[in-house]
């Protein structure tokens, strides 16, 4: 069972926080936290993992057309992983969109842990992409719910919290499982995305533009391109074809 906003511990509230709400949505972007391994603390918006996220989801909120793709947060009742919890919360806040919104397609950008809940959360159905920024991946992370949908792995080669080696590993195990999946590495980047920051960002715009991509070469919501234009030819696609992980 998911987490509802009505059995949420002693947190209270919604799973679900919305930063950006167009007048229509056709699409929306969620972001995931990081955390501790285990920890039934209640997690505030003001914990470094959470501040962490604001300009990631900046950067995302600057590549997506703001009228119609929606921008939120998964709000964890807890700081830890312990069995799962976060990955619970974001599927009860992808309940909840689905019933405000519809069946939208959504991609999850997710930190570090929130990374890890972001994969577990992806057998959602609305989910169509996954943005994994440094992800804490243990050897026997499930894949097989990535089947048919895409990810993208961005890690610093100079991670010292979580292994940028199992990143890549993950990946290939689920391009294997019928993922259409990529990995990215940082040069110099560590784990907080505090070295080469900017181009942390400019990263998470330009994957985020294109795992909300049609697949038909447009974007959801653009109205200035076009099937004719072709397929995209960025980050995300160079590492998605790419034998070995792509280095920037």
Do not use: F, K
Not at 110 to 136: D, I, K
Not at 149 to 172: E, N
Not at 184 to 206: N, T
Request: charged letters at 25%; proline letters at 7%.
């Amino acid at each position: 069972m998911t987490a509802t906003a009505q059995d949420r511990g002693g947190t209270g509230g919604s799973p679900l926080r919305v930063r950006q709400l167009p007048p229509r949505v056709r699409a929306a972007v969620l972001a995931l936290r990081g955390g501790q391994e285990e920890s039934r603390a209640p997690s505030r918006c003001w914990h470094p993992a959470a501040l962490r996220m604001r300009p990631v989801l900046r950067s995302a909120a600057s590549a997506v057309p703001s009228g119609h793709v929606l921008l939120g947060e998964v709000r964890y009742r807890y700081r830890g992983w312990n069995e799962g919890d976060p990955a619970q919360d974001a599927l009860a806040a992808l309940d909840e969109l689905t019933a405000a919104h519809g069946e939208v397609p959504v991609v999850l950008i997710g930190h570090s842990m929130g990374g890890r809940a972001a994969l577990a959360a992806s057998r959602h159905p609305q989910v169509t992409g996954v943005l994994a920024l440094a992800p804490w991946v243990v050897e026997d992370e499930p894949v097989d719910q990535l089947r048919g949908r895409s990810l993208v792995v961005v890690h610093g080669d100079r991670d010292r919290v979580t292994s940028p080696a199992a990143s890549v590993a993950y990946v290939r195990r689920a391009r294997a499982r019928g993922a259409s999946a990529g990995a990215v590495l940082v040069r110099g980047g560590d784990h907080a995305m505090l070295r080469r920051a900017g181009l942390w960002h400019r990263s998470v715009a330009e994957i985020t533009a294109d795992l909300l991509s049609d697949g038909e070469g447009g974007e959801l919501g653009a109205p200035g391109r076009t099937p004719e234009d072709g397929p995209r030819t960025g980050l995300a696609a160079r590492s998605m074809t790419s034998t070995d992980p792509v280095m920037v």
